[in-house]
């Protein structure tokens, strides 16, 4: 019987004048895991023990240096002989001999904390560092939140680890997060340090970083950053802990201040916030993986095309351009056209003032973007997605032009947010190269696309969807056809619930406010109702047979009266301009009034004795329900798919986890269906 040994995750090399090279060889991100900590360990000791070795040089493989620790090892406790991160700084702050971080690509979480335990840490012009624990509900482990205060003040670091951006090595350089960044070779010029004098951060005394504010400074910029974050039971428990643990590097011993980290980090990793946000991290790399979905190669997309020049079909052409894909806009009317123009160009203006675009750039991609009349000018494009009027009509006969305009290859897609995607294929003679692409609004700004798969949308076609989405830096989850498909399905359960409980007396305001500031909503749903437009609800409500949002038709009435949300300057609140540019909720109790009187009609009881918890169980209880129903039909393929699209497309708190990962969390077993993770294989005809 023969074995294969597993492949080394690090390997020695000696490069001659006493410098030995270990470079991190775990891929996709030379991931810091324990396995991996394990070989380092004992290579740093031996290392130590070389008398002809006087400089050790970390540099990772295939162009990355390393992407942190391995999440999926916060789900499995260290045992006394695991080797972690903190067991290879520890065993680095041992060694008495110069140490140098040689970063290309990315060094993020543990990678960069191993980076600040060196001496030394020269990148290339390419790369990237950063600690971004706190997005996974934690806080830096290795001695991150101890060292970087002493190199770059603690005021600094804050800023750096609260954030938990990726920083490019140039804007690093200049904030003393590195000492050197080149063009060439990283792993050369780290040999121009062989034996320069150590000197370790841990020795250092972390500096507040900021200037005159005299001898009550740091309780005072402690308190001022405690005040910016979020309240720990709404999202910042995690946020509150780093703060505590820079503290510690500005008032204690480093050794003292490093027990303190460790202990912190530990009360994160086992709290709710962080294992909620640790199941998005994980739902999210699930997304691509279509069970039963066989494996084909995607359509190229060289050049697309975009019906509709609205605030939708402007901005899904400008997601277009911004990958780098040229994109034809279809529109007839010249006042809508020169509104797209206005809106495209003041996009990228806004990029360039933001300094995330050169001038060049931006009008590169701009121009991208091209304007027509005539459906027959998209003979060349590779995909066509539709932005017209929410109509069956309407969608069906722009559906049948560019079937016959297109070429036969040529994939059509649908904005639809509700309407049947199979009937809108029937229009056409390729019901196969067709799908739904529900972006969300503002789509140059949200993250969410919805893929929606029809009956007879082939295998490549939705590979296609797929790997567009990752094109377009979107977070695609691809859903079954059917009403709502999985986010505005659940949205008009959510919103009835809500509508139930103001039937019931509860005021509007109340609901926003305990959907909102307790629990941790973007908006409240009366809000989000207002933004959306109550005449799209009601034209909804009518396509479905007229059912109503809770048990009132009172949304039909607040049309009626023209009431159509913020749009109109009144809906569910009122909203006036001279107060928040329009945008802030005015509680109007003339609405209230209407809904008591069309309650008590209705043979409705009051409840007066509702509680902010039973608000919270009420709503959530009814998202888990609808989701659960999407799970047992098939629609939505896996628990984490419902999550991700409620955080990313309605402003579900992540430190929850998504209505899914809440109910299990709270012990709620959904009506129809389980929270519980399950896979649904999907099926082709």
């Known amino acids: 019987m023969t074995t294969t040994a597993t492949p080394a995750r690090v390997k020695s090399t000696d490069l001659g004048d006493g410098v030995r090279l270990l470079t991190l060889d775990n891929p996709p991100v030379n991931a810091l895991g324990y396995a991996l900590c394990g070989e380092l360990v004992p290579l740093l000791e031996a290392a130590a023990q070389d008398a002809s070795v006087n400089t050790i040089v970390f540099t990772g493989a295939n162009g990355m240096f390393s992407g942190g620790a391995d999440v999926n090892d916060f789900n499995t406790p260290p045992t006394a002989d695991t080797k972690t991160v903190r067991s290879v700084i520890e065993a680095m702050e041992r060694i008495d001999k110069t140490l140098v971080a040689a970063i290309d690509g990315n060094a993020l979480g543990g990678g960069y904390e191993l980076a600040l335990a060196c001496d030394y840490r020269i990148a290339t012009a390419k790369s990237r560092v950063g600690l971004p624990e706190i997005k996974l509900g934690l806080l830096p482990g290795g001695g991150g939140t101890q060292r970087l205060p002493r190199l770059v003040g603690a005021y600094e670091a804050l800023q750096v680890m609260l954030k938990g951006d990726l920083i490019k090595a140039p804007d690093a350089l200049a904030k003393g997060m590195l000492d050197e960044v080149i063009d060439a070779d990283v792993v050369a010029a780290a040999k121009k340090y062989a034996g320069k004098p150590k000197r370790r951060l841990s020795e250092r005394k972390a500096e507040l970083g900021v200037a005159n504010l005299g001898l009550f400074a740091t309780p005072f910029v402690v308190a001022q950053a405690h005040m910016m974050v979020p309240p720990e039971e709404n999202g910042g428990y995690a946020a509150h802990k780093l703060i505590d643990a820079v503290q510690a590097a500005i008032e204690l011993p480093f050794e003292r201040g490093w027990a303190r980290e460790v202990r912190l980090f530990m009360e994160l990793v086992q709290s709710k916030p962080s294992a909620a946000l640790r199941h998005v991290f994980f739902a999210e790399r699930e997304l691509s993986k279509v069970p039963g979905l066989p494996k084909t190669e995607p359509v190229e997309i060289k050049k697309a095309a975009v019906i509709g020049a609205g605030t939708m079909g402007t901005g899904i052409a400008i997601v277009f351009a911004e990958a780098g894909i040229p994109v034809t806009l279809i529109e007839t ?276 004795n509702v509680s902010d918890d039973e608000i919270i169980a009420r709503c959530t209880r009814a998202l888990a329900d609808s989701g659960a129903e999407l799970l047992r039909t098939g629609i939505a393929l896996r628990p984490g798919d419902v999550d991700i699209v409620w955080i990313y497309g309605y402003g579900f708190p992540p430190h929850h986890g998504g209505p899914m990962h809440y109910a299990a969390e709270v012990g709620y077993t959904p009506h129809g269906g389980t929270t519980k993770t399950e896979t649904k294989e999907l099926t082709h005809a």
């Open 333 to 608: 009317k010249d006042e809508a056209v020169e509104k797209s123009r206005e809106m495209i160009f003041g996009m990228f203006k806004y990029q360039v003032d933001k300094g995330r675009l050169t001038q060049e750039d931006a009008w590169k991609r701009a121009n991208s973007i091209s304007f027509e009349t005539d459906f027959a000018e998209l003979g060349d494009v590779d995909i066509v997605v539709e932005a017209v009027f929410e109509s069956m009509p309407v969608k069906k006969e722009v559906f049948a032009k560019l079937d016959a305009v297109t070429k036969p290859e040529a994939i059509l897609a649908s904005n639809t947010s509700t309407l049947d995607i199979d009937e809108i294929a029937s229009a056409t003679k390729r019901p196969d190269k067709v799908l739904g692409l529900h972006f969300f609004a503002p789509a140059n700004i949200m993250k969410l696309l919805e893929i929606v798969r029809g009956k007879e949308t082939s295998p490549q076609t939705l590979t296609t969807g797929i790997a567009l989405g990752k094109k377009l830096r979107k977070v695609a989850v691809v859903s079954g056809n059917a009403f709502g498909f999985i986010g505005n399905r659940m949205l008009f359960e959510y919103e009835a619930q809500a509508v139930q409980l103001a039937e019931e007396g509860v005021s509007l305001a109340r609901i926003d406010r305990v959907m909102k500031q307790k629990f941790g909503f973007a908006m409240g749903p009366f809000a989000v109702a207002d933004l959306s437009g109550l005449d799209v609800y009601h034209f909804i409500s009518q396509s479905q047979h007229g059912q109503p949002l809770g048990r009132i038709p009172i949304v039909a009435k607040l049309v009626e009266q023209g009431r159509l949300g913020q749009k109109s300057g009144a809906g569910f609140f009122k909203y006036d301009k001279a107060v928040g540019k329009g945008r802030e909720a005015i509680p109007d109790p003339e609405v209230e009034q209407l809904i008591a009187q069309l309650a008590k009609e209705a043979g409705i009881a009051p409840n007066p």
